[in-house]
């Protein structure tokens, strides 16, 4: 079991980190991240005999994070969408306008779901792309796609502009 807690140890910091920026929730991410130890380490019989038991555990926390964070939009729209309707007939102003203004990793969840998480393993783990690549199950050179292609929507998305205003 020595090695389950050196794996714990080793991704445990960028993997909260990364699942943070994909939830929006550092709690939240927690609790994704101890589940995903949690289920590494009921099947550790067997994960501990894969090539990179950790990358097992990144994907299994990272699948979560993507539908924690697909709930959450749904939602969130949802109530959005209440809340207009709510102000539009009592004439107010719509309560919900300044939510969510988590500045960069907001912009990072608003881009599509392959291009955040690619974003947030790389700059919330501090993954390379191989490692990305694994976590994935994709190409190294898909992943510097996804990485070049979401740093170009950053560059330009209106959150970002505010933030270097």
Not at 142 to 152: C, D, E, M, P
Request: hydrophobic share 45%; charged share 30%; with cysteine.
């Amino acid at each position: 079991m020595r090695d389950f807690a050196e794996l714990v140890e080793a991704e445990s910091r960028g993997l909260v980190a990364a699942t943070t920026a994909i939830v929006g929730d550092r709690h939240r991410a927690e609790e994704i991240v101890q589940e995903a130890f949690e289920r590494c380490y009921r099947r550790w019989g067997r994960v501990s005999k894969l090539d990179r038991p950790g990358a097992w555990a990144r994907r299994v926390a990272i699948n979560e994070a993507i539908s924690v964070a697909r709930r959450s939009s749904s939602e969130r729209r949802a109530v959005e969408r209440l809340a207009s309707m709510a102000a539009s007939s009592a004439g107010s102003v719509d309560p919900l306008a300044a939510l969510d203004d988590d500045g960069i990793w907001a912009a990072v969840r608003a881009l599509p779901r392959d291009q955040a998480v690619a974003i947030a393993l790389r700059y919330g783990a501090d993954l390379g792309v191989e490692e990305i690549a694994e976590t994935l199950g994709s190409t190294v050179p898909a992943v510097k796609s996804l990485l070049h292609r979401g740093r170009a929507a950053l560059r330009s998305s209106p959150t970002i502009q505010s933030h270097v205003s």
